[in-house]
């Protein structure tokens, strides 16, 4: 399945595979979004699968909130490798 990202206001549904041959979009998509609002969430409850190059697009985006002092909210029961990358980074 291709990625589907659908939102409004500032709340965004990211459905099917974030890989390496789609991160682009979902960067584009997010480019310079914290210039226009101050929190995002994005629901990846029906992301079916993520590559490192997917982990990577998100972990940006998640750095993008914190240097710009924004908040970012990820929720659903998306992808394993993501929560792994997250709780990793957190204990280090």
């Known amino acids: 399945m291709e990625l589907k990202i659908s939102g409004y206001n500032n709340f965004y549904k990211v459905k099917g595979h974030l890989n390496k041959k789609n991160a682009y979009t979902f960067k584009a998509e997010f480019k310079n979004i914290f210039n226009?609002?101050?929190?995002?969430?994005?629901?990846?409850?029906?992301?079916?699968?993520?590559?490192?190059?997917?982990?990577?697009?998100i972990s940006q985006l998640h750095f993008d909130a914190l240097k710009q002092n924004k908040k970012l909210s990820i929720i659903g029961y998306g992808c394993k490798d993501l929560y792994e990358h997250f709780s990793s980074n957190s204990a280090a």
Do not use: L, R, W
Not at 36 to 57: C, F, L, P, R
């Open 36 to 57: 226009k609002v101050d929190a995002v969430t994005i629901s990846i409850q029906d992301v079916e699968s993520m590559d490192k190059y997917g982990v990577a697009a």
